[in-house]
């Protein structure tokens, strides 16, 4: 069984800066795609982040490009997402997700992964 925990969710300001991660012994020791989801108050959730765990692809929203970047830590069994620059509109519950396998162009469909977190919230203020 795996087990997703997300820690770091936080509140900051307009441009500032977080780092979330999601721990999960089970995904490092395997092929899998781990990505972050996030689901802003009102609106649908939607993929943020992915990265291939032993791999080097990563990939990323058109909204979050240049702002967020993926990481994984094996001897952490950690994935963070730094988000720098944010936005109020980055306001949301993020959530990591677990696929067996590569991300692919399609790693931002939820409905492709079988493992989630419960989730943790970040919130950017104006």
């Known amino acids: 069984q795996v087990q997703l925990e997300e820690s770091g969710g936080g509140s900051v300001q307009d441009g500032g800066s977080l780092r979330i991660s999601c721990a999960s012994s089970?995904?490092?020791?395997?092929?899998?795609?781990m990505a972050w989801f996030r689901r802003p108050p009102g609106k649908e959730r939607e993929g943020v982040a992915a990265i291939r765990i032993g791999g080097y692809s990563e990939y990323y929203a058109d909204s979050v490009k240049g702002r967020f970047t993926v990481s994984q830590d094996n001897a952490e069994s950690t994935v963070y997402l730094l988000m720098n620059t944010l936005k109020p509109e980055d306001t949301a519950m993020y959530y990591c997700?677990?696929?067996?396998?590569?991300?692919?162009?399609?790693?931002?469909?939820?409905?492709?992964?079988?493992?989630w977190g419960q989730g943790t919230q970040v919130t950017v203020s104006s």
């Open positions: 997700a677990a696929k067996v396998g590569s991300c692919g162009s399609t790693w931002y469909s939820e409905s492709r992964y079988s493992y």
């Open positions: 089970s995904v490092f020791y395997a092929d899998y795609c």
